[in-house]
């Protein structure tokens, strides 16, 4: 077998996707983390579950 064979259909998010599209891809496709992309496709960096979480929680104490 080579890397071919395991290979599956790349995941990304642009910087302007809403965080929910970062959060139904890490779901729908067992992901931890997904690239972000610029709006010429480049990666200018990763989200994570973490990241994610972080956003949330920020949210809940901002509205407490």
Same mark, same amino acid.
């Given at each position: 077998? $080579? *890397?071919?064979?395991?290979? *599956?259909?790349?995941? &990304?998010?642009?910087? @302007?996707? =809403?965080? +929910?599209?970062? #959060? =139904?891809?890490? #779901?729908? +496709? /067992?992901? +931890? &983390?997904?690239? #972000?992309? /610029? /709006?010429?496709?480049?990666? #200018? @960096?990763? $989200?994570?579950?973490?990241?994610?979480?972080?956003?949330?929680?920020? @949210? +809940? =104490? =901002? @509205?407490?």
């Amino acid at each position: 077998a $080579i *890397v071919a064979d395991a290979m *599956v259909a790349p995941a &990304s998010v642009t910087l @302007g996707a =809403e965080l +929910r599209r970062a #959060v =139904e891809l890490l #779901v729908a +496709r /067992d992901l +931890r &983390s997904v690239p #972000v992309l /610029d /709006d010429a496709g480049a990666i #200018v @960096g990763m $989200i994570d579950e973490h990241d994610i979480a972080a956003v949330a929680m920020r @949210g +809940r =104490e =901002e @509205g407490a």
